[in-house]
């Protein structure tokens, strides 16, 4: 079994006498994920630990369906573990209910994806909102607080505009915005780049780095840029269904920007 991989706690960044700060904000003890094919049972993961500190920005890179975009799915209770322990913000959350899934994420997790989601038919201001309206805010605040969203990500005189009506930089900055609107303590990134021309990658990435820094996020990112990847607290590389540090994978095939 593969040791659980960890970084220490800056003394600053964790208060000694709050014990869910001083909590991993993730904690993966052999984490096994299964599917059944037409060929046989396909394993993803095998036995995979992994310890996430509360205020790191860890990047996870590796191979086209080695499994990233599934951990991220197990970490935000949109898909289930076959075995193993799953802890998330102090939550178990292999075992939520539907329900309970669904609060936890709009409580604890922003979710960020290499295609931004955001609804067509509603404006920016109203994308952002909808987290907010979803548990239960009153339309004014809800509104309020998006405007400010719009403001942080630089964007707060294209709330009017439709996500048509935006360039794709743009986008990006509106679906991180509202990823962010409810205060999650986690922040789960999938390829957020992915769809970005090089210089605009490095602006959004930027954002990123400045709104984990702001607003005390812990964030874990899935990419096939190794600079950006360097750029976070922690590299790690998923392959044959576990997790190494980058520096101590194999560097066959890996080479400097894109994977």
């Not at 003890?29 to 790191?56: C, D, I, M, N, P």
């Not at 994978?249 to 920007?257: D, I, S």
């Amino acid at each position: 079994m593969m040791q659980t991989t960890t970084a220490a706690a800056s003394p600053t960044s964790l208060s000694t006498e709050d014990p869910e700060l001083r909590a991993p904000m993730v904690e993966i003890t052999g984490l096994k994920k299964t599917y059944q094919t037409a060929h046989g049972e396909l394993t993803l993961f095998r036995e995979l630990s992994l310890q996430v500190q509360t205020g790191e920005m860890v990047a996870i890179v590796g191979q086209s369906g080695a499994g990233k975009s599934t951990l991220l799915h197990i970490l935000g209770a949109l898909d289930a573990p076959s075995a193993g322990t799953v802890y998330c913000a102090s939550t178990d959350v292999a075992h939520l209910s539907p329900r309970q899934a669904a609060a936890f994420r709009n409580r604890e997790i922003g979710y960020v994806w290499q295609f931004h989601y955001l609804l067509p038919e509603f404006t920016a201001l109203e994308n952002v909102a909808m987290p907010l309206l979803a548990r239960g805010t009153t339309k004014r605040e809800a509104v309020a607080v998006a405007a400010n969203w719009l403001r942080e990500v630089g964007l707060e005189d294209r709330g009017s505009h439709r996500p048509g009506e935006l360039s794709g930089g743009e986008q990006q900055r509106v679906a991180l915005a509202r990823a962010l609107v409810c205060n999650p303590r986690l922040l789960l990134a999938d390829e957020p780049t992915g769809d970005l021309d090089e210089i605009t990658a490095g602006r959004v990435f930027d954002l990123i780095e400045r709104l984990h820094a702001d607003h005390g996020l812990t964030s874990i990112l899935v990419t096939h840029n190794l600079d950006l990847a360097a750029r976070c607290t922690r590299a790690l590389r998923l392959e044959g269904g576990r997790l190494a540090n980058l520096e101590a994978a194999p560097q066959v095939g890996l080479q400097p920007g894109i994977l």
